[in-house]
């Protein structure tokens, strides 16, 4: 390998390059899209810098806490929200902003305003901060109908109108991952270019896989397809090997792992918590674009996840998504109980 060549290598497909290629395919493109995802790609990287110093720069702590200066710090929820808002109002792309940390929609002001509807968790998984684990953003990309008069209806759409989703993982690497509706591919940030680079093109997730994910403590409030579906995973009956269970509690650290790998993650209904824990908009949706994309399936225990409609912002629904013959076997089990089987 030619290390001194390599340090010199500026033919690398960026993030930027890759999107600008997907333009060139649509000739009446403005180049809105290629604005605002760059916007988006800002948003990770300044809070991929927060989060690698987070423990140094004494970013953790509950948000109103003081620092010895007397400046009130912020919890890095709250920063990577503040982060994303501004990155993608100042695009002049955007028009109606939905995000986890906000109860309502932000509505953009008309000066700035574009046509892009974005719906995303700025920081999910933040409850694993203190200890380092694997955390990331969320986003799902929809179009304004008028931007003249937009409306909560815009947003308030099936997942399968979504233009785009996507996530960054802020793990051991810097990961961002996004599909446009044309296959789903991978960038991973070098710090030294300050660049996301391509390094997982046309991710294809297995047909089948060896891992489930889900949150078994929840298990004695199930309902019987999910308690059927774990037994098969733990005594499969058919002389197939047990599936491993790996379960990290951070969405886009766990659904990563299942892109990648095969098998399934699964966040269901139970007895506590009838809509499951999962936001629709912005988990659920962009997650289940993304496996769509990939070849694999979404399914929400009663349709194809990204079929149904969502009637407020912040709504839940639960989520079985993953491999595409994992979701068939949950997809009968749910069958079989609307049968009466
Ligand atoms: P936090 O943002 O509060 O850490 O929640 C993370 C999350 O929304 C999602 O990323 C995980 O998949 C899921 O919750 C984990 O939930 P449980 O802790 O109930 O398993």
């Given amino acids: ?32 899209f290629t604005i605002l995802l760059s916007h988006i790609v800002l948003g990770c990287k300044f809070v991929c810098t927060a989060v690698n110093k987070a423990g140094l720069a004494k970013l953790i702590g509950l948000a109103g806490e003081t620092n010895v200066q007397g400046e009130e710090q912020k919890k890095l929820d709250v920063l990577s929200n503040e982060v994303f808002v501004k990155a993608l109002v100042s695009s002049g792309r955007t028009c109606i902003l939905v995000s986890e940390e906000d109860e309502e929609a932000t509505f953009v002001e ?12 700025p920081l999910d998984g933040s409850s694993n901060i203190d200890c380092g684990v694997s955390i990331g953003t969320i986003f799902g990309i929809y179009m304004v109908k008028d931007d003249h008069d937009p409306t909560l209806d815009d947003v308030l759409q099936p997942g399968k109108h979504m233009l785009a989703a996507g996530y960054c993982m802020y793990g051991s690497s810097c990961t961002l991952v996004l599909s446009t509706g044309e296959g789903v591919n991978g960038f991973t940030l070098d710090p030294s ?40 995973c733990k005594f499969p009956k058919d002389g197939s090997s047990p599936k491993s269970l790996r379960y990290i509690g951070s969405m886009v650290a766990d659904v990563h792992r299942t892109l990648l790998y095969g098998g399934i993650f699964l966040y269901p209904a139970d007895k506590k918590s009838p809509n499951g824990k999962l936001r629709v908009l912005y988990e659920v949706f962009p997650m289940s674009f993304l496996m769509e994309q990939a070849g694999g399936q979404a399914f929400t225990g009663k349709q194809r996840a990204l079929e149904l409609i969502p009637k407020k912002i912040h709504e839940r629904s639960p989520i079985f998504l993953g491999s595409y013959d994992d979701v068939e076997e949950i997809k009968a089990l749910y069958a079989a109980e609307v049968k009466g089987e």
């Fill in 193 to 232: 270019l300050g660049e996301f680079i391509l390094t997982h093109p046309d991710i294809k997730i297995p047909k089948k896989g060896k891992i489930y994910s889900v949150n078994e403590g929840n298990a004695k409030n199930w309902d019987a397809p999910t308690a059927k579906y774990v037994e098969k």
């Fill in 1 to 32: 390998m030619d290390h001194e060549a390599d340090a010199y290598r500026t033919d690398l497909m960026t993030i930027t390059r890759f999107v600008l290629n997907e333009q060139s395919k649509y000739p009446e493109s403005r180049g809105d």
């Fill in 110 to 121: 008309r000066s700035k305003r574009g046509r892009y509807c974005v719906v995303f968790d």
